[in-house]
């Protein structure tokens, strides 16, 4: 860190670490947004980026393997990519002491799976279209050490806290970013007084190390303070990484919280993690709040004119919000617009989530940015707002098949007693389509899976966090209708994935103890929802489920001290699909996944039974 910034800070500073008064959201409805401020608001111009055409990632066939259930056999996953079209047709290859054997009687047609009932000690397995020249996957095999996982190790023994899997280098496998240590301090927790920084590494997908940026003293090691995304962001086909950085003239108020000094949004080299560009962070000042809502910071990516990816810096989620959008070219940052919240009062502010996606809601090819509460359209002015206040979560997704566009879950934490503290909202106009029906408290959950096929859509669960005196969970169908269940009978928040080989989505949850929670090493099971134990001893804290590579199933991303493992299923596929990553909306909610909250991924398109 030798960043140095002189310019009007001090001053600044003292008042951002002065306490303030904390004010209730406006409590006027939506149709103050539509009925007064919209027919008066001046539209912002359509932002046009530098691309021609979507800037995409270059994905390979995604060759992997593991032990089968059996134990003896291996079990070969691979790609299915937008690309191959309906009729692709795969051949599998061992090659073992210089000779290559073809595995496959009939080319596979259904699946993009196979295994190897009779394998040797070592081999090479490829995998190749049937009309293919060369071999398009390769995987090198050690039967003796083959495993569930791979592993990376880490540089040193600290516990990764968060993940962003991008290509670094352009050979189309997945890298990997993370964050040290695992530790957090919340803006609303007494500042770090150890001296821990947090710091972002890179890793090839073979585990190669590549670089190591310390994030510093003036960036407590907090999520809210620390937001990192990666991609291709400039279209060169190699991915960078943009995060929140300080300078060295940041402020520290008694009780160790940075309160001043100057911020930026900064982006570095994927391979290098030299410094590429950097320009200011939104700025602090009071109209956020007190000093813990001022350090809420958020980060994403939209491709706001449907082809360029820009990067979002936000900051704020309970009272003003503020998003500028950058588009990197050229090594240079160019902002294309600033959303300030207070612009657009009353309906607009403490609307905030804790974490963001983006996705094409209105159909105009581009997309909007989802907050929370409301609705950003691509061209920074507001698309709409539900006047509901924060939600914990907010989930844009496609709720039923037979449903017109998308839809977004809303779990309200404000005390809502109109029945709206639970609902559904038609993500293009923010409509509402149901709501609960009765008084919520403090909605600190929600969730939506298709884990019941007798329910047509994905159910939606939601759950009281008794901060408001109550502890309720609630478990509603895709059209709203409440499901009555024995105590336990609502599914919980943490991680789900499609892990099997039907379309219901599995769950994960702790099942043993090999030392304390602090250490990160204990098991968890993937299970169905009130079925069978599907997979054990997945071991380490969760940092993502998302489908990295084999076919279109998810692999589970957990972390260890000093070391990260990605588990894949060994569990024969039914049919295929196009990966998952190939899916806008998927690959934002993966995007966004190094940074905030956790939320499980969905899909743009119903996936379910």
Not at 366 to 390: P, Q, V, Y
């Amino acid at each position: 860190m030798n960043k140095l910034s002189n310019y009007r800070f001090a001053a600044l500073a003292l008042l951002c670490c002065a306490a303030m008064q904390l004010h209730a959201q406006d409590p006027r409805e939506r149709y103050y947004y539509y009925e007064v401020l919209e027919p008066k608001h001046e539209y912002k111009p359509k932002v046009d980026g530098y691309a021609a055409e979507r800037i995409t990632e270059k994905l390979n066939r995604g060759l992997t393997a593991v032990p089968a259930k059996d134990g003896k056999s291996v079990y070969l996953s691979w790609r299915l990519l937008a690309s191959d079209g309906d009729g692709a047709a795969f051949h599998v290859y061992r090659k073992t002491g210089g000779k290559t054997k073809r595995l496959t009687r009939k080319p596979v047609t259904t699946t993009c799976d196979f295994t190897d009932k009779a394998p040797t000690a070592k081999a090479v397995y490829s995998v190749k279209t049937v009309k293919g020249n060369a071999d398009e996957g390769r995987i090198e095999v050690e039967l003796a050490k083959l495993k569930p996982y791979t592993s990376i190790k880490l540089k040193d023994n600290d516990r990764a806290g968060k993940i962003a899997l991008a290509d670094l280098n352009g050979d189309g496998t997945y890298d990997y970013i993370v964050r040290t240590p695992s530790s957090n301090v919340d803006p609303g927790m007494p500042g770090d007084k150890t001296g821990i920084t947090y710091k972002i590494s890179a890793y090839l997908n073979d585990g190669t190390y590549l670089w190591t940026y310390d994030l510093g003293p003036g960036i407590e090691p907090g999520i809210w303070y620390s937001p990192f995304v990666v991609y291709d962001f400039n279209g060169d086909g190699r991915a960078e990484v943009a995060l929140k950085t300080s300078g060295s003239d940041f402020i520290k108020d008694p009780k160790g919280r940075v309160c001043g000094g100057s911020e930026f949004m900064t982006v570095l080299d994927g391979m290098t993690g030299k410094e590429i560009a950097s320009v200011p962070w939104p700025e602090r000042n009071d109209r956020y709040g007190n000093l813990v809502r001022q350090n809420r910071n958020q980060m994403g990516v939209a491709f706001l004119d449907g082809k360029t990816p820009y990067i979002l810096a936000a900051r704020g989620t309970y009272k003003l919000m503020v998003v500028d959008a950058w588009m990197l070219k050229d090594g240079k940052l160019t902002r294309a617009w600033r959303w300030d919240g207070d612009e657009e009062n009353p309906v607009i502010r403490s609307m905030g989530a804790h974490s963001m996606v983006t996705g094409d809601v209105d159909n105009d090819g581009r997309d909007e940015i989802l907050l929370g509460s409301c609705m950003l359209d691509d061209n920074g002015t507001a698309l709409w707002s539900s006047g509901l206040g924060h939600s914990d979560k907010a989930y844009l997704c496609k709720l039923r098949p037979d449903w017109e566009g998308l839809q977004v879950f809303l779990a309200i934490e404000p005390k809502k007693e109109d029945g709206r503290g639970v609902c559904v909202v038609d993500a293009k106009t923010g409509q509402q389509i149901w709501n609960i029906g009765h008084t919520t408290y403090h909605v600190g959950s929600g969730m939506v899976a298709d884990f019941n096929p007798e329910w047509p859509g994905m159910e939606c669960f939601a759950g009281e966090d008794r901060k408001g005196g109550s502890t309720d969970k609630y478990l509603l169908t895709a059209d709203g209708k409440k499901v009555e269940t024995k105590q336990g009978g609502v599914p919980g928040t943490h991680p789900w994935l499609w892990w099997d080989a039907d379309l219901l989505r599995e769950t994960i949850t702790r099942s043993g103890n090999n030392g304390d929670r602090n250490s990160g090493r204990w098991t968890q099971s993937v299970w169905k929802w009130k079925g069978e134990t599907l997979t054990e001893d997945i071991e380490g804290s969760i940092l993502m489920t998302a489908d990295i590579d084999g076919d279109w199933r998810e692999e589970i991303i957990t972390a260890l001290p000093g070391e990260l493992r990605v588990y894949r299923t060994a569990i024969p596929a039914r049919d295929r699909r196009v990966t998952l990553m190939q899916d806008p909306l998927y690959r934002s909610y993966i995007m966004h996944g190094s940074m905030g909250y956790p939320q499980s991924p969905v899909t743009s398109y119903y996936l379910g039974e």
